[in-house]
Nanobody, 115 residues
Framework: QVQLVESGGGLVQPGGSLRLSCAAS????????MGWYRQAPGKQRELVAA???????NYADSVKGRFTISRDNAKNTVYLQMNSLKPEDTAVYYC?????????WGQGTQVTVSS
């Protein structure tokens, strides 16, 4: 089992920045990829960014150049730095961890971009 705890969401004005954190604990030794997904009201959950254990990253087209995913292996934590935020980035953001035997989700953190 893997436990994921997100933090860092909140209310920010358009053009502002936020950094989300996801701390993993439990059976983390076999995690091969972690990522961030988001779900806006009335929409399906979508991939925002992902990073493999080898450091390869992948981003949704809508966030390329604005968001950066990174990981601190010593702290078992993945970060999502979000810059130049737009109202359409408003959503609940979920941390995700993948193992061969299963996929795990955090509880979600709300990000609201509004003036």
């Amino acid at each position: 089992q893997v436990q994921l705890v997100e933090s860092g969401g909140g209310l920010v004005q358009p053009g502002g920045s936020l950094r989300l954190s996801c701390a993993a604990s439990g059976s983390i030794f076999s995690i091969y990829a972690m990522g961030w997904y988001r779900q806006a009201p009335g929409k399906q959950r979508e991939l925002v960014a992902a990073i493999t254990s080898g450091g390869t990253t992948n981003y949704a087209d809508s966030v390329k150049g604005r968001f950066t995913i990174s990981r601190d292996n010593a702290k078992n934590t993945v970060y999502l730095q979000m810059n130049s935020l737009k109202p359409e980035d408003t959503a609940v953001y979920y941390c995700n961890a993948k193992q061969i035997l299963g996929t795990y989700w955090g509880q979600g953190t709300q990000v609201t971009v509004s003036s």
